[in-house]
C-alpha cells in the first residue's frame, strides 16, 4: 500500500454533525419542555455545589405545541471548521472494531437522517446560516406568551451548543483496519480507549484519544497504566474542548442581544413555566455573568430568577447579590422596594449550602442600612443569626460544633449582628450572642474577629451587657487583641476595655503583656474617640506608681498632653483626667518639695501651653452645639481635679499658676457652677475650685489678685449659702488670706459671716470655719463685739457639746482659749453657758477644759 497517497477529498456537502442534547437524553427534536440542566460555571475558590434537582421543566411539564417550520436549504458546510491541511500518514497499528457511536448515552442517529435539513428543530438557528430563509415570526420573542417557551428552546438550544461538529481524519490518514481480538493485550485489559468514550474516529475523528490508544498499545507490559493515564488527558482534553464551544456558543447568543429581550419576557410573563423556561435559558447563555440580567431587568430580574430557577441557577444568582449589594449605591436601589429583602432572606434556608453562603453575605450587607435593619428584625433574621451563632459554640458528643459551620458563612453572620449591636434599638436584645462572640475573638479567624471585635465593642457600650461580657472573659481576650496586626481591630479593642473598666489591679497584667505600650500608640490614633478611650485606661491604671513610672518612662505624658488641644471634647476630658489621676500621685504631700518627677512633670505641663485651654475650659459658658451637658461637665470636674492636684505646691507650680491668670478664672467659675446640673457633681466641682483657690492663696502673688479680681464678696456669698460643698473651702481661702497684714478692713467684713456660718453649719464645715475664725481674732481682737460675740459663743457651745465630732470640739477649745484672754469675752462665754459642757469634757479627763475652765473663773480686775 502506497501510504504517500492522499485519500480523497472529503464531499464537501458532507451531513453536519447533530445538535448535543442534554445529558442523558437521547437525540430528539428540541421541546420548550425538555431543557438542559443547568450547571453553575466555576469559580476560583467558591464552593463546591450540590447537583441541582429536576426543574418543574424537567418532570415532564406541557409545552406549547411544536410549529413545523418550511425546510431550510442545505448549509451545513458554514458552520464546519477549516479542513485541516493534509499531513504525511502514519503506520496505524491495527485496533479491533469499535462499538456502534454513542451520543449522550443513547446510539447516535445516524447521517442520513440529518443530511436533509441540518436543524429541522431548531429553526432559529437555521435562519442564521448563509442564504437562508428567515423563520416565521410567530414563534419569536414578542409572538406572545404562548411562543415564549419556544422561543426561549431556540436560544436554548443556540446557547448550549458545543459547536461545530469535529473534523474528520486528516488527508493521508484512513481509519486502520480491523485487527482480531487480542491482538493487544494491553488496550483489551483497559477495555479499549474507543469503548470508554462510546466510539472511535466515527465518532470524533482523528481524536487525542486514538492518539493515545496507539501510544499505549505500543508500551509493552506498562500499556494498561498509560492507557488509563492517556484516556484520563483524552477525558479532560475532551471536557475542555466541550467547555469552550459551549462557552463560544453563549457568548454568540449574548452578542446576539438575546440577554435583553429575555429579561423582559421574564418580567412581562406571568406562567410559573414560562419564567421556569427563561430562567433555565439565561443561565446558559450568561452563564454566571448575572449582571448582564441586573442591567436589562435590575434586582426585580434577579429575584425572579431566584423565584422560578433550579437550586444550581439559585446559588449562581444568590453569589451575584451578594456582590451588588456590596455597593451602598446598589443597597439604596433595593431598598426601595422592601419587600424584595423577604426572598434574599428565605435563601437562607436553602438546602444548598453555597446558596445559604451567598444569602448570608446578602444579609450581611443589607444589615449595614438603618432601613433595611427594621425589616430583617421582622422577618425574624436577627433571631435566627444568633441561634446559629449560639449553636456553633455548643459542642457535640462527638467534639464537633453545632451551628454554621463554614467559616464564611459565620463571618457574614458576624457582620449582622455587629451592624445590629451598633443600633441602640437592638443593642440590647443580643445578650445571647455574647457567648459566641467572646469565644470567636481566640478562634474565629483573621476576618471574623475584625467584625467579632467591632460586635463586642458596640456591646460593651450598653450598661446592661457590661457585667455579662466581663462574665464571658472579654476583657482580657479584648486586651490582648490591642497587639492585633488590623488597626481597626487595636481601635475597637480600646474603645470595650474602656467601656468595660479597668482597675489598678490590672496594671500589672498590662505591664507584663507589654498592652500599655499599645495604648500608647493609640493616643497618637486618628480617631478622636479611640484617642479618648486610650487615654482613659491609662489614666485608670496610673494610679499604681509602678504603671505610672513605666508610662513617664515610655513617653506617655507627651502624646496625653498634646490632647489637650484637640477639638473633639470626649477626647480632651478623658486626657485632662489622665493626667489629674497621675498628677495626684506626682504632687502628693508625702512627696519633698523638690522631687525630681513633680519637677520633670510641671515642666512638661507648662511646656505644651496646657494651662490656657484647660482655663478656657473653665470659663467657656457657651452652649456647645453637637456636645451633651454632661460630657462638658466631666471636662470641668477633670479640669478642676487636675489643677487642685497641681496647686499642692510641688515643682514651685503655684507661682506659675497664678501667673497664668488661673485665680481670675476660678473666681469666675464660683457663682457660674450652678450652671451645670444639680447633683453630686455640682459639689465636687465648687470644691475642687475653692480649695484650689485656697491652695493658690498661699502664694505670695495671690492676695493682690483675689481681691482685685473682687474675691472677697464671692467667697463671702459661698459661705453664706449654707452648702457644706461651698462653705468650707470658701472659709479656708479667707483663713488663708488673713495672714501676714490682711488689707484694712477684710478681717471686720468677713467676721459677721463667718460667725453666722458656724451656728448653722454641717460637721464637715466646723473645722474650717473655727479656723478662719481663729485668724480673724488672731489678726484682729477688735472684729467680735457685741451681737456677733455672743452669737459665736452659741456656736462655739454647739462645737463643744459634739462629741462625735472629735476634731471640731479641739478647734473649738482652741478659739475659747484666745477668746477666754478678753474680759467682754468671758462674759459673754459665761452668759452662754460653756462652763457646765466644759466641766463634762473635763470629767472625761481632757486637761485642756480644765485648763479652760480656770481662765474663765477668773475674777474681772477692779477699775
Known amino acids: 500500500m502506497d501510504f504517500a497517497a492522499a485519500p480523497p477529498a472529503r464531499p464537501a456537502a458532507a451531513a453536519p454533525r447533530p445538535a448535543p442534547q442534554p445529558y442523558g437524553m437521547a437525540a430528539q427534536p428540541m421541546r420548550a419542555s425538555a431543557p438542559r440542566p443547568y450547571a453553575p460555571p466555576a469559580r476560583p475558590g467558591a464552593a463546591p455545589m450540590r447537583a441541582p434537582p429536576p426543574s418543574l421543566v424537567q418532570r415532564g411539564a406541557p409545552s406549547p405545541p411544536f410549529r413545523p417550520q418550511p425546510a431550510v436549504p442545505q448549509a451545513g458546510t458554514a458552520l464546519?471548521?477549516?479542513?485541516?491541511?493534509?499531513?504525511?500518514?502514519?503506520?496505524?497499528?491495527?485496533?479491533?472494531?469499535?462499538?456502534?457511536?454513542?451520543?449522550?448515552?443513547?446510539?447516535?442517529?445516524?447521517?442520513?437522517?440529518?443530511?436533509?435539513?441540518?436543524?429541522?428543530?431548531?429553526?432559529?438557528?437555521?435562519?442564521?446560516?448563509?442564504?437562508?430563509?428567515?423563520?416565521?415570526?410567530?414563534?419569536?420573542?414578542?409572538?406572545?406568551?404562548?411562543?415564549?417557551?419556544?422561543?426561549?428552546?431556540?436560544?436554548?438550544?443556540?446557547?448550549?451548543?458545543?459547536?461545530?461538529?469535529?473534523?474528520?481524519?486528516?488527508?493521508?490518514?484512513?481509519?486502520?483496519?480491523?485487527?482480531?481480538?487480542?491482538?493487544?493485550?494491553?488496550?483489551?485489559?483497559?477495555?479499549?480507549?474507543?469503548?470508554?468514550?462510546?466510539?472511535?474516529?466515527?465518532?470524533?475523528?482523528?481524536?487525542?484519544?486514538?492518539?493515545?490508544?496507539?501510544?499505549?498499545?505500543?508500551?509493552?507490559?506498562?500499556?494498561?497504566?498509560?492507557?488509563?493515564?492517556?484516556?484520563?488527558?483524552?477525558?479532560?482534553?475532551?471536557?475542555?474542548?466541550?467547555?469552550?464551544?459551549?462557552?463560544?456558543?453563549?457568548?454568540?447568543?449574548?452578542?446576539?442581544?438575546?440577554?435583553?429581550?429575555?429579561?423582559?419576557?421574564?418580567?412581562?410573563?406571568?406562567?410559573?413555566?414560562?419564567?421556569?423556561?427563561?430562567?433555565?435559558?439565561?443561565?446558559?447563555?450568561?452563564?454566571?455573568?448575572?449582571?448582564?440580567?441586573?442591567?436589562?431587568?435590575?434586582?426585580?430580574?434577579?429575584?425572579?430568577?431566584?423565584?422560578?430557577?433550579?437550586?444550581?441557577?439559585?446559588?449562581?444568582?444568590?453569589?451575584?447579590?451578594?456582590?451588588?449589594?456590596?455597593?451602598?449605591?446598589?443597597?439604596?436601589?433595593?431598598?426601595?422596594?422592601?419587600?424584595?429583602?423577604?426572598?434574599?432572606?428565605?435563601?437562607?434556608?436553602?438546602?444548598?449550602?453555597?446558596?445559604?453562603?451567598?444569602?448570608?453575605?446578602?444579609?450581611?450587607?443589607?444589615?449595614?442600612?438603618?432601613?433595611?435593619?427594621?425589616?430583617?428584625?421582622?422577618?425574624?433574621?436577627?433571631?435566627?443569626?444568633?441561634?446559629?451563632?449560639?449553636?456553633?459554640?455548643?459542642?457535640?458528643?462527638?467534639?464537633?460544633?453545632?451551628?454554621?459551620?463554614?467559616?464564611?458563612?459565620?463571618?457574614?453572620?458576624?457582620?449582622?449582628?455587629?451592624?445590629?449591636?451598633?443600633?441602640?434599638?437592638?443593642?440590647?436584645?443580643?445578650?445571647?450572642?455574647?457567648?459566641?462572640?467572646?469565644?470567636?475573638?481566640?478562634?474565629?479567624?483573621?476576618?471574623?474577629?475584625?467584625?467579632?471585635?467591632?460586635?463586642?465593642?458596640?456591646?460593651?457600650?450598653?450598661?446592661?451587657?457590661?457585667?455579662?461580657?466581663?462574665?464571658?472573659?472579654?476583657?482580657?481576650?479584648?486586651?490582648?487583641?490591642?497587639?492585633?496586626?488590623?488597626?481597626?481591630?487595636?481601635?475597637?479593642?480600646?474603645?470595650?476595655?474602656?467601656?468595660?473598666?479597668?482597675?489598678?489591679?490590672?496594671?500589672?497584667?498590662?505591664?507584663?503583656?507589654?498592652?500599655?505600650?499599645?495604648?500608647?500608640?493609640?493616643?497618637?490614633?486618628?480617631?478622636?474617640?479611640?484617642?479618648?478611650?486610650?487615654?482613659?485606661?491609662?489614666?485608670?491604671?496610673?494610679?499604681?506608681?509602678?504603671?505610672?513610672?513605666?508610662?513617664?518612662?515610655?513617653?506617655?505624658?507627651?502624646?496625653?498632653l498634646q490632647l489637650l488641644h484637640t477639638s473633639a471634647l470626649p477626647a480632651r476630658t478623658a486626657a485632662v483626667r489622665a493626667l489629674a489621676i497621675m498628677s495626684q500621685q506626682l504632687m502628693s504631700p508625702s512627696l519633698p518639695a523638690d522631687d525630681a518627677g513633680a519637677a520633670a512633670f510641671v515642666d512638661a505641663f507648662f511646656a505644651a501651653d496646657a494651662l490656657p485651654t484647660l482655663l478656657a475650659a473653665l470659663g467657656d459658658e457657651r452652649p456647645r452645639e453637637g456636645v451633651d451637658g454632661g460630657t462638658a461637665e466631666r471636662e470641668a470636674v477633670a479640669v478642676l481635679l487636675l489643677l487642685q492636684s497641681l496647686s499642692g505646691g510641688h515643682g514651685g507650680v503655684r507661682p506659675r499658676l497664678v501667673a497664668g491668670g488661673a485665680v481670675e478664672a476660678l473666681l469666675r467659675f464660683l457663682p457660674a457652677a450652678a450652671r451645670y446640673d444639680k447633683g453630686a457633681s455640682t459639689g465636687e466641682m465648687v470644691d475642687a475650685a475653692a480649695s484650689t483657690l485656697a491652695s493658690l492663696a498661699l502664694a505670695a502673688a495671690a492676695p493682690p489678685r483675689i481681691e482685685q479680681a473682687g474675691g472677697v464678696p464671692t467667697l463671702l456669698r459661698l459661705v453664706e449659702s449654707k452648702k457644706p460643698a461651698a462653705v468650707a473651702p470658701a472659709a479656708r481661702v479667707l483663713a488663708n488670706l488673713l495672714r501676714d497684714e490682711p488689707p484694712a478692713g477684710l478681717p471686720e467684713a468677713v467676721a459677721p459671716a463667718l460667725v453666722q456660718a458656724l451656728s448653722t453649719a454641717k460637721p464637715s464645715a466646723v473645722v474650717d470655719l473655727l479656723s478662719a475664725l481663729s485668724h480673724v481674732h488672731g489678726v484682729c481682737r477688735n472684729a467680735f463685739g457685741g451681737a456677733v460675740l455672743a452669737q459665736l459663743a452659741a456656736g462655739l457651745l454647739k462645737a463643744v457639746q459634739d462629741k462625735e465630732n472629735h476634731e471640731g470640739c479641739l478647734a473649738s477649745i482652741s478659739l475659747l482659749s484666745q477668746l477666754a484672754l478678753r474680759p467682754e469675752a468671758r462674759a459673754a462665754l459665761a452668759e452662754a453657758g460653756l462652763a457646765p459642757a466644759l466641766r463634762e469634757s473635763a470629767a472625761a479627763g481632757w486637761r485642756c477644759t480644765e485648763l479652760l475652765l480656770g481662765i474663765l473663773s477668773a475674777e474681772e480686775a477692779a477699775p
Open 80 to 560: 464546519r471548521r477549516p479542513p485541516q491541511q493534509a499531513v504525511a500518514p502514519r503506520m496505524q497499528p491495527p485496533r479491533r472494531p469499535s462499538p456502534a457511536p454513542m451520543a449522550g448515552g443513547q446510539p447516535k442517529a445516524p447521517p442520513a437522517a440529518t443530511a436533509a435539513a441540518p436543524f429541522p428543530h431548531r429553526p432559529g438557528v437555521a435562519a442564521a446560516l448563509p442564504g437562508a430563509a428567515p423563520p416565521p415570526q410567530p414563534n419569536s420573542l414578542f409572538g406572545g406568551e404562548a411562543a415564549a417557551p419556544f422561543a426561549a428552546s431556540e436560544l436554548f438550544a443556540a446557547s448550549a451548543a458545543s459547536g461545530p461538529p469535529a473534523p474528520g481524519p486528516p488527508s493521508g490518514r484512513g481509519p486502520p483496519p480491523p485487527a482480531p481480538a487480542g491482538s493487544f493485550p494491553a488496550l483489551d485489559a483497559c477495555s479499549g480507549g474507543s469503548d470508554l468514550f462510546g466510539g472511535g474516529e466515527a465518532s470524533f475523528g482523528a481524536s487525542s484519544l486514538f492518539d493515545a490508544s496507539q501510544e499505549a498499545a505500543s508500551a509493552g507490559s506498562n500499556g494498561h497504566a498509560a492507557a488509563e493515564e492517556a484516556a484520563a488527558k483524552a477525558a479532560r482534553e475532551a471536557a475542555e474542548r466541550q467547555a469552550a464551544e459551549e462557552e463560544a456558543a453563549a457568548s454568540a447568543v449574548q452578542l446576539a442581544g438575546a440577554v435583553a429581550p429575555l429579561t423582559t419576557l421574564l418580567l412581562s410573563s406571568g406562567a410559573v413555566e414560562v419564567k421556569q423556561h427563561i430562567a433555565l435559558t439565561l443561565a446558559h447563555t450568561v452563564r454566571g455573568s448575572w449582571r448582564l440580567v441586573f442591567n436589562a431587568g435590575g434586582f426585580q430580574a434577579l429575584l425572579d430568577v431566584l423565584a422560578a430557577g433550579s437550586e444550581a441557577v439559585q446559588q449562581d444568582v444568590s453569589l451575584t447579590l451578594a456582590a451588588l449589594l456590596e455597593d451602598v449605591h446598589q443597597r439604596g436601589a433595593l431598598l426601595a422596594d422592601l419587600n424584595s429583602i423577604s426572598a434574599i432572606v428565605g435563601l437562607l434556608n436553602s438546602p444548598n449550602e453555597g446558596t445559604q453562603q451567598n444569602a448570608a453575605k446578602a444579609v450581611a450587607a443589607l444589615a449595614e442600612e438603618e432601613a433595611a435593619r427594621e425589616t430583617l428584625y421582622r422577618l425574624g433574621t436577627l433571631s435566627h443569626v444568633t441561634r446559629s451563632l449560639a449553636a456553633a459554640n455548643t459542642v457535640r458528643p462527638d467534639g464537633t460544633r453545632g451551628g454554621a459551620a463554614n467559616p464564611d458563612a459565620r463571618v457574614s453572620m458576624v457582620r449582622v449582628v455587629a451592624s445590629f449591636a451598633a443600633d441602640a434599638r437592638y443593642c440590647n436584645m443580643l445578650r445571647i450572642a455574647i457567648q459566641p462572640l467572646v469565644a470567636m475573638l481566640s478562634a474565629g479567624g483573621a476576618e471574623a474577629t475584625v467584625h467579632v471585635a467591632r460586635a463586642v465593642t458596640s456591646l460593651s457600650g450598653a450598661e446592661p451587657n457590661r457585667d455579662a461580657l466581663r462574665d464571658a472573659g472579654a476583657l482580657p481576650r479584648m486586651a490582648e487583641l490591642l497587639l492585633h496586626d488590623e488597626e481597626a481591630v487595636q481601635q475597637a479593642a480600646v474603645q470595650c476595655v474602656a467601656n468595660l473598666g479597668v482597675e489598678a489591679s490590672d496594671a500589672k497584667a498590662f505591664l507584663a503583656a507589654g498592652w500599655h505600650l499599645s495604648l500608647i500608640s493609640l493616643l497618637s490614633a486618628s480617631s478622636a474617640e479611640v484617642q479618648g478611650a486610650a487615654a482613659a485606661v491609662l489614666g485608670n491604671l496610673s494610679s499604681v506608681p509602678e504603671f505610672r513610672d513605666a508610662l513617664l518612662s515610655d513617653g506617655a505624658l507627651q502624646p496625653i
